[in-house]
């Protein structure tokens, strides 16, 4: 039986490093083969916000197939928390992002539709519901927001915030 456990053990520690090397133990391959390294530096467009920092509250509108807010200017340092209210009778995401970003997440999220995940930098939301994101935009640059869903972001549900 002694013998029996230890080559269990051993076999799982084999394992749990390589399950890890391939992202379903970690954040290391990706989900299902799908390269997620555009995807886990978050950190170059921002980070997750804390709601009680916010210095602005804006909401979003979603429908078929658009966000009632193309455009945004935002402050280096500004804390925004984005309230997403589905209008609209399609589930909808309010993501924010760059081009690497959205890529590859349009693209995966087209592969596994209905893909349970969580991400901090997207909302999503059931027809007639509304979430919210918090998001701190400590980088200067220009990003995107948009929706994953399948075939919204290629049918233009998108928009830009400029940092500066």
């Known amino acids: 039986m002694h013998k029996i456990t230890t080559i269990l053990a051993a076999a799982l520690a084999l394992a749990l490093p390589a399950a890890a090397a391939d992202g379903h133990g970690g954040h290391g391959g990706g989900h299902d083969g799908h390269d997620m390294s ?21 909401t979003v509108k979603a ?12 402050k280096t340092g500004e804390t925004v928390t984005f309230v997403l209210e589905n209008d609209g009778t399609q589930d909808h995401e309010f ?61 233009g549900m998108k928009g830009t915030i400029s940092v500066r």
Not at 110 to 129: F, R, S
Request: with cysteine; charged share 20%.
């Open 38 to 58: 555009h995807m886990e530096d978050l950190s170059r467009f921002g980070q997750a916000g804390d709601p009680a920092k916010a210095v602005r509250t804006v």
């Open 95 to 155: 993501g924010i992002g760059d081009a690497a970003f959205f890529a590859a997440h349009t693209k995966m999220m087209a592969d596994m539709p209905g893909m349970d995940h969580a991400m901090p930098n997207i909302a999503a939301a059931k027809p007639g519901e509304t979430a919210r994101l918090t998001w701190t935009f400590s980088k200067t640059g220009d990003f995107e927001v948009a929706c994953s869903m399948p075939g919204h972001y290629e049918l």
């Open 63 to 74: 429908s078929e197939i658009a966000f009632d807010v193309a455009a945004l200017e935002l």
